[in-house]
């Protein structure tokens, strides 16, 4: 069974250009007809390929939907570090890192489009058996968290927790988005880590 840090470390990999139409056309099915009725032989035809090609590249279309999950996975990545590497200030890198993640997941099409139509299937893996997601979204937080503050020996956090803290909140906003927690404006969420996540990382807010 793949371990928090190898299904991290397969996320953080650079996307393989040569599998990119196939996941975009497993996507795209998925996005038509959801996860349960897209057939591997609707994905060949989508991709211009055999579905003995398909099935050579992956064995089942658990398989191949966990592919396009981590393709996803490493989207939101790729957003998050586009979004932080202008940043030079920690705290704005720390509320710009919030932003990034609880939008991405609450504003991806693919996941809004299975609570939609296909929740049986979606809400237990972020749920009842989300531990492992919440693993993984943790374990990539704390180590964003460790490297933004490697240099500021005069704060003491907790990183585990604040990432802890920092998914879950992204669980809750993507499952239940309507409350106080503003995702429709940017700077809102901004100033809303600002004014929840610096005290707990000994941080202040301005």
Known sequence: MPTVHS?????????????????ESALSAFMDFGI???????????????????YRRYESKNDLVQAVGV???????????????????????????FVAFITALAHNELLQRLLRTEPDLV???LTTQGGPILAVGRAYLADKLR??????????????LVAE???????????????????????AARE???????????????
Not at 38 to 53: D, F, H, K, L, N
Not at 147 to 160: K, M, V
Request: glycine share 6%; charged share 30%.
């Open 165 to 187: 803290i920092m998914v879950r909140l992204a669980q809750s906003l993507a499952l239940t988005p309507d409350g106080m927690i503003p995702l429709g404006d940017e700077a």
């Open 123 to 125: 809400l237990p893996r």
């Open 36 to 54: 349960k009725r897209t057939s591997m032989g609707e994905v060949a035809r989508r991709a211009g390929i055999s579905p003995a090609t398909l």
């Open 71 to 97: 393709r996803e996975a490493q989207r939101l990545v790729a957003d998050i570090e586009e979004r932080v590497q202008a940043i030079t200030d920690g705290e704005d890198q720390l509320a710009e890192i």
């Open 7 to 23: 299904i991290l470390a397969r996320i953080l990999e650079k996307p393989r250009a040569d599998g990119e139409h196939l996941l």
């Open 192 to 206: 809303f880590a600002r004014r929840t996540l610096l005290p707990m990382m000994g941080g202040h807010h301005r």
């Open 147 to 160: 490297i933004l503050h490697q240099d500021d020996t005069d704060r003491d956090f907790d990183a585990d």
